[in-house]
């Protein structure tokens, strides 16, 4: 089954957002059962990290533990947009239990944090960081590289789809490639697609199309 995380730079946003992924991925997968979860939204000193990340946990360990009841296997994707994205991205590489992510897709979501923070595609990105950390990566280090993907992959990484768009302003290109770097190193199965006209989600239908028909493929290899 299907796990999908809404985005919103983790202030806003609700997974109904998602409804047009959850409506294509129920057609062209009808064998999966897709979950689409919400987490805490953090505002105003409220909700900082790692709140999301420990909901996104906290879904799943839920999801795990009625699996039986709701008639599901254990074999779980995890797919986000986003803030969603790196939710995704972070959990996969992260935990391993109650159960290890078969293969996480990533729409365009941040990868490392610090990176993101000092090398902002625009000036709103730092502000928006420290508003939901707190804090900056030069006063807490260990906070910024406990949530970013990238220091958690390993060789036993789940498989791994990144779709990024090349004309993104506020998650750029730059982040998934990091991430892609470390994966290649680390000998994980990924895919990296790059579409060079792509802004932040505001796709055009060919584009979406793409998108998915390539998550089907991935999936049908490394989740079947």
Known sequence: FMILIHGGGWVEGNKNDLDGYLEVLKRNGPEYAVFNIN??????GQNIFPAQELDVKKCIEFIY???NEYNISDKFVLLGASAGGHLALLH??????PVKVKAVVSFF???NLTAFYNNPPN???????QNVTGTTPQLNPLLYQNSSPVSFVSAASCPTLLLQGGNDLL????QAELLKAKLITAGVNH???LYPNGGHGDWDATTYA?????IDAFLSIHNP
């Not at 996969?92 to 239990?97: D, P, V």
């Not at 000036?123 to 960081?129: E, G």
């Not at 793409?210 to 390539?214: E, L, N, Q, V, W």
């Open 210 to 214: 793409d998108a998915f028909t390539k």
């Open 171 to 174: 998650v750029p290109a730059s």
């Open 191 to 193: 895919q990296y697609v």
């Open 109 to 111: 979501g941040p990868t």
């Open 123 to 129: 000036i709103f990105i730092p502000v928006a960081l």
């Open 65 to 67: 533990s009625k699996r």
């Open 39 to 44: 987490y805490r939204l953090a505002a105003s």
């Open 92 to 97: 996969a590489y992260k935990y391993t239990t």
